[in-house]
């Protein structure tokens, strides 16, 4: 079975770490965000995976390579406009008219059943399968409606009034014959374009509910407490990337230190993600916060939704909430 893994996104949320590489090319722990997806699809024998690339696609072949260092081998498809979730299949479309196929968005970490989703799948004979997890924290995550088993609509978000809302993990089972709902050479998405279009003519979209560990990295907040998260696996609450300088005398806890960090002695870094390059001197105090190298947005002016943030030096410091 052959995959795509959805990769061309901006990351404007994740903002300024996605100001020089694309958001699944992010690091986790010291590999890449659509790494762990690579491995993932790897896990289940799916090992032909196709990657959508537009923002610094650069970021993604470097992050990935070949593929073979996760156990999968790549095939890269270039998008010169961004198309959107559906419009990067119908981009791409020649490479899946053949079988069923999946599609994994390329900025979660996961560790649902994959064999159990494609079962369900198999079972419905649906056009396409949802795997869905329940909302139980009502995340702010479009609400998925579900009956006898088939997605019936895409609600809103959450409210306290909703009994387990389920929500889509941005893994899904797709059969060819989908294609024909999704609109050809230009912007789409599917939740919003192409499977409202399959229901309405008819088509069965399946609802597969999961269960398992689901973490979506989409904004600074969210990359910084999974990172944490994820860390307790190993009995660590500071990872440290390649080429860095830490004084023995300078104080950091439940921090995320990409390449070529730098810390002064005295310097007091807690709660705080710091990019490629950034040198935190002796008697500052980096808590609560994401900084880059002002060097790397200089003159830059954020995206829309990107979080405030502020010079202070020789770094771009991004404060977050408690």
């Known amino acids: 079975m052959r995959a795509m893994v959805l990769s061309a996104g901006y990351g404007t949320r ?140 895409f609600g809103s978000m959450p409210s306290d009034n909703d009994q387990d809302p389920l929500m889509f993990t941005g893994i899904q089972f797709m059969e060819p014959a989908i294609f024909r709902y999704i609109p050809q050479r230009v912007f789409s998405h599917s939740t919003t374009d192409v499977y409202p279009a399959a229901m309405a003519a008819g088509e069965k979209i399946a609802a597969h509910i999961a269960t398992g560990r689901w973490y979506e990295l989409s904004t600074l907040q969210r990359y ?32 995320i230190l990409w390449d070529r960090v730098k810390i002064d002695a005295g310097a007091r870094v807690n709660r705080a993600v710091l990019a490629d390059g950034v040198t935190i001197s002796s008697g500052e105090t980096i808590q609560n916060a994401v900084v880059v190298p002002a060097a790397l947005v200089s003159g830059l002016v954020p995206p829309q939704k990107a979080l405030k943030g502020h010079l202070a030096g020789e770094n771009f410091v991004v404060p977050l909430t408690l």
């Open 14 to 153: 994740l903002w300024p770490l996605t100001e020089d590489r694309t958001k699944p090319a992010i690091p986790i722990l010291g590999k890449p965000l659509v790494g762990y997806v690579a491995e993932y699809l790897a896990r289940f024998g799916v090992d032909d995976i196709v990657v959508n690339l537009h923002h610094r696609p650069e970021s993604v072949r470097k992050a990935l390579g070949d593929g073979s260092q996760f156990g999968v081998k790549l095939q890269y498809v270039d998008e010169p406009e961004i198309l959107g979730t559906s419009g990067a299949l119908d981009n791409a479309k020649s490479l899946f008219l053949d079988d069923t196929f999946v599609v994994v968005n390329g900025k979660i970490i996961t560790d649902i059943d994959l064999a159990a989703a494609l079962d369900t799948h198999r079972k419905t004979g649906a056009i396409a399968t949802l795997v869905l997890i329940r909302n139980i924290k009502r995340e702010l995550f479009t609400v998925v409606q579900t009956k006898d088993g088939l997605v019936t609509g």
């Open 224 to 255: 910084l407490e999974i990172s944490l998260e994820l860390m307790k696996d190993t009995g660590n609450t500071v990872t440290v990337g390649a080429a860095c300088t830490i004084s023995g005398e300078a104080e950091i806890r439940e921090a």
